[in-house]
């Protein structure tokens, strides 16, 4: 069918373009980690624009279809262990009306014996990735370590992200 993955390109019958269905994307991925910390389940708070936040507690991944929009890689209630968010610029856009979203995150300590202790947050950002591999040309990274010390249902904020879901590029706060 023109106009789609398999076919990109719609020509009109004087082969002008008129249509095209680009099929690349942009990816923001953010992945909190506490390796080392010698701490366990440390629980993330991820919100999305105006999507529900995912987390422990929290919602859990975001379809538009079969198509991902926001997705948690899941608890990890481990010692020394990481835990990733994707969101998908295109899907995104679609759901919040918005070219450039916010993205909140916080973390909390699920046992009250746990903490204060370092959790690295790191986000990256991708264009050009086909959607569900998270494959693409990485286009920034931003790092940060700080101490958690808040408890369940009391996250500590880490960062807010601006996200431009079209060009693949973000701002921390």
């Known amino acids: 069918m023109p106009g789609s993955q398999s076919d990109p390109v719609r020509l009109d019958p ?9 099929t ?19 629980d993330t708070v991820t919100g999305v624009g105006n999507l529900e936040e995912i987390g422990y507690g929290y ?9 991902g929009v926001v997705y948690w890689g899941g608890d990890t209630t481990g010692f020394n262990g990481s835990e990733t968010i994707d969101v998908w610029g295109r899907h995104v856009r679609k ?6 979203i916010s993205v909140r995150c916080a973390a909390h300590w699920y ?12 986000i990256d950002s991708y264009t050009g990735v ?5 494959n693409g040309k990485l286009k ?8 958690i010390s808040a408890h ?8 807010t992200v601006q996200f431009d879901t079209l060009k693949g590029t973000f701002t921390v706060s």
Not at 14 to 22: K, L, N, R, S
Not at 59 to 67: A, E, L, R, W
Not at 152 to 159: C, F, H, I, K, L
């Open 59 to 67: 919602g859990s991944d975001i379809y538009d279809g079969d198509k």
């Open 111 to 122: 046992p009250q014996d746990q903490g204060p202790a370092p959790v690295t947050i790191t």
């Open 140 to 147: 920034q990274t931003f790092s940060r370590t700080m101490t």
């Open 152 to 159: 369940y249902n009391s996250p500590q904020a880490m960062a």
């Open 95 to 100: 759901h919040t009306g918005s070219k450039i």
């Open 14 to 22: 004087f082969q002008m373009i008129t249509e095209v269905a680009w």
């Open 24 to 42: 690349s994307d942009t990816l923001l991925s953010i992945t909190y980690d506490w390796f080392g910390s010698g701490m366990r389940d440390l």
């Open 130 to 134: 086909k959607y569900p591999s998270t």
